[in-house]
């Protein structure tokens, strides 16, 4: 018995780097064409007609559509800049970590990096309120939300 049929075969056509929408960062890429092929027992005989082509990311392995290639990485805004470089002077001024975490995340900043921005400005210790669980740099002595005194620096 003879099975006849078609598959499809990807061919890599070209190379380079581009800004890829799942990792959020440059990353190299490969062009491919998914080609249609004539196959005997399953096996690629020889390609017919003219494939689509994808876009494959080396690092994450997601397939795209060939546009990806021109997705511009997204621009730090400049008031995301000035909240950022503002994030020490909140912390001291009495603002509480998650207050700040979320004014981050809110102008579209990855939660892992807004996280890091904080600790990194936050250092080793910090102080929470017992009553209202937030938490606040190691200067701060009362909780602005609760007005109560926060515990001791940890
Ligand atoms: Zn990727
Ligand atoms: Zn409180």
Do not use: W
């Not at 190379?15 to 690629?44: D, S, V």
């Not at 060939?66 to 997204?74: K, R, V, Y």
């Amino acid at each position: 018995m003879i099975i006849f049929g078609t598959r499809h075969k990807l061919k890599t056509i070209d190379r380079g780097e581009f800004y890829c929408p799942h990792c959020r960062t440059k990353r190299p890429y490969e062009r491919k064409e998914a080609r249609p092929y004539f196959a005997l027992y399953f096996i690629p005989v020889f390609p017919i007609g003219h494939g689509s082509e994808v876009i494959e990311c080396m690092t994450c392995g997601t397939l795209f559509a060939p546009d990806a290639l021109n997705a511009a990485p997204p621009q730090t805004p400049p008031d995301l800049a000035a909240l950022i470089n503002g994030v020490g002077r909140q912390l001291a001024g009495g603002t509480p970590v998650e207050f700040v975490v979320r004014a981050l995340t809110g102008r579209g900043l990855d939660y892992d990096m807004a996280r890091a921005i904080v600790e990194r400005e936050l250092g080793a210790t910090r102080r929470t309120c017992p009553a209202c669980n937030l938490t606040y740099a190691s200067g701060v002595e009362t909780c602005t939300e609760c007005g109560r005194a926060l515990e001791s620096p940890r």
